[in-house]
């Protein structure tokens, strides 16, 4: 299993402020990504963070918005930017771990729980 | 597109039996998660079937049947910490990324 953490574990912004979550993974994972869960809703990815490039984002979130960084591959950085109080979230890092079909899982880091004034 | 279900609620005696039912219909399938979530904390990974058949991991079990677009949780001899939501996920294709259905919240009385 990967062993994952998240900084911060919560906070609590002002609207207009960006946050940047950081996502820290203790081996070398094959594919990281970024969820979203809405109080009383299940998850909604947000986006796969690619290595040295891009992230892959799905229908209805921006790079303008939550812009991703994936500098290597045990760590990467989610920003929330121009926070409103819609923003109010529980925002998970996730990582795709590979050793066959045996042990092919997705893991979850702890989470970063997000409130906006 | 992606549309999983699963029921929202249910509710079994301590040391019963409790099966929660997961259809999904998906644009490709390479395997069906199933996670427990404790209220405010993080989905924790209970099991993966990519292949027809039951997987058992002592008081939980998940079965998976590709053919049916179905799906199940077993947990056996359930305990008051089994209290919680339990989220189905299918991987689509060739991305890997997870879908969720909403989640079914099993409470567990004495």
């Known amino acids: 299993s990967a062993v994952i953490s998240q900084k911060p574990s919560r906070d609590i912004c002002q609207r207009g402020t960006s946050l940047t979550i950081q996502c820290q993974v203790d081996?070398?994972?094959?594919?990281m990504f970024w969820y979203r869960q809405q109080p009383g809703q299940s998850l909604t990815l947000i986006a796969t963070?690619?290595?040295?490039?891009?992230?892959?984002?799905e229908s209805g979130f921006v790079i303008d918005k939550f812009p991703i960084s994936r500098p290597n591959l045990t760590f990467s950085t989610l920003t929330v930017s121009n926070m409103s109080p819609e923003d109010s979230s529980i925002y998970l890092c996730?990582?795709?771990?590979?050793?066959?079909?045996?042990?092919?899982?997705?893991?979850f880091g702890p989470g970063t729980r997000l409130t906006v004034l | 597109g992606q549309n999983i279900d699963q029921p929202t609620e249910m509710t079994a005696t301590e040391g019963a039996i409790v099966q929660i039912n997961c259809t999904y219909q998906?644009?490709?399938?390479?395997?069906l998660f199933w996670y427990q979530q404790h209220a405010g904390e993080a989905p924790t990974f209970l099991s993966y079937?990519?292949?027809?058949g039951l997987e058992e991991k002592g008081r939980f079990s998940s079965f998976l049947s590709r053919s049916k677009g179905y799906s199940y949780l077993l947990l056996k001899e359930l305990q008051m910490k089994d209290s919680a939501s339990y989220l189905c996920?299918?991987?689509?294709?060739?991305?890997?990324?997870?879908?969720f259905g909403a989640g079914t919240t099993v409470t567990v009385r004495a």
């Open positions: 996730s990582v795709r771990t590979s050793g066959g079909s045996s042990t092919d899982t997705q893991y």
């Open positions: 079937n990519v292949l027809d």
């Open positions: 963070a690619n290595q040295g490039s891009e992230a892959t984002y």
């Open positions: 998906t644009s490709g399938f390479n395997g």
């Open positions: 081996s070398q994972v094959t594919m």
């Open positions: 996920a299918v991987r689509g294709g060739d991305d890997y990324k997870l879908s």
